[in-house]
């Protein structure tokens, strides 16, 4: 298998536009992950899906973020309108059983930068 | 508030030595602990891991220690080597009933 691939591996683009990123999870895998990484917080927890039902979202910061899984092979996170402290690193991971000590599996991660 | 921490930000360890990384949680409820290791540019990797019913799980030159009533654990490598040096975070979950919570991460140099 291919792993957890994202896309697209860095972005820039300036305060305002909407961004768009995107992942195809492990095949066979239940459980997609979203994590945020920054120097201040490290890797935060944004949402995650269980059989591309979102199961919890208290971590998306605030309304400009929104996540999609239309099917088990395809997520998308949208920020919209991004603003310069969206900037950092945006880790999409997959597990078969992340909920009972199953292992992630992580993409190389999008890194955002908005000017 | 940050439920996993790791306090070192980075460490630098001479080759052939022993490298320690440190942790610790606040959430009492959490029984399952995990270490991955993070190369630039790359994702997160997995690399050892432990429940709360062990206090020691070893893995060739890796080593985490539990130590529940002081709610730390600890990751040892020995001997440490060049290829070692890279981010390493802490995570644990409620097994069955959360993801994993990672910490900061601890900037590992290994130096010839």
């Known amino acids: 298998d291919a792993g957890v691939i994202q896309s697209p591996r860095h972005e820039v683009t300036e305060m305002g536009q909407e961004v768009t990123l995107r992942c195809k999870p492990i095949?066979?895998?239940?459980?997609l992950f979203w994590y945020r990484q920054t120097m201040m917080r490290g890797l935060e927890l944004l949402i995650y899906?269980?059989?591309?039902?979102?199961?919890?979202d208290s971590g998306m910061p605030e309304d400009r973020f929104s996540a999609k899984m239309p099917n088990a092979s395809f997520s998308t996170l949208k920020i919209q309108p991004s603003e310069p402290r969206d900037s950092a690193v945006y880790f999409c991971?997959?597990?078969?059983?992340?909920?009972?000590?199953?292992?992630?599996?992580f993409g190389e991660g999008s890194r955002l930068t908005v000017l | 508030d940050q439920q996993v921490k790791q306090n070192s930000p980075s460490l630098s360890v001479q080759e052939g030595r022993i490298s320690i990384l440190n942790c610790d949680y606040t959430?009492?409820?959490?029984?399952?602990f995990l270490w991955y290791k993070k190369y630039p540019a790359e994702g997160p990797t997995f690399l050892i891991s432990?429940?709360?019913?062990?206090d020691k799980n070893e893995d060739g030159r890796f080593t985490v220690f539990l130590n529940k009533s002081a709610k730390h654990l600890s990751l040892h490598i020995v001997p440490s080597q060049p290829g070692d040096s890279a981010v390493y975070f802490c995570?644990?979950?409620?097994?069955?009933?959360?993801?994993?919570?990672f910490g900061k991460g601890t900037r590992l140099s290994v130096i010839a």
């Open positions: 991971a997959s597990s078969l059983d992340a909920l009972n000590t199953g292992e992630l599996f």
């Open positions: 095949s066979g895998h239940d459980y």
């Open positions: 899906f269980n059989n591309n039902v979102p199961i919890d």
């Open positions: 959430n009492s409820m959490f029984d399952y």
């Open positions: 432990i429940s709360s019913i062990k």
């Open positions: 995570a644990a979950s409620v097994s069955g009933n959360t993801p994993l919570v």
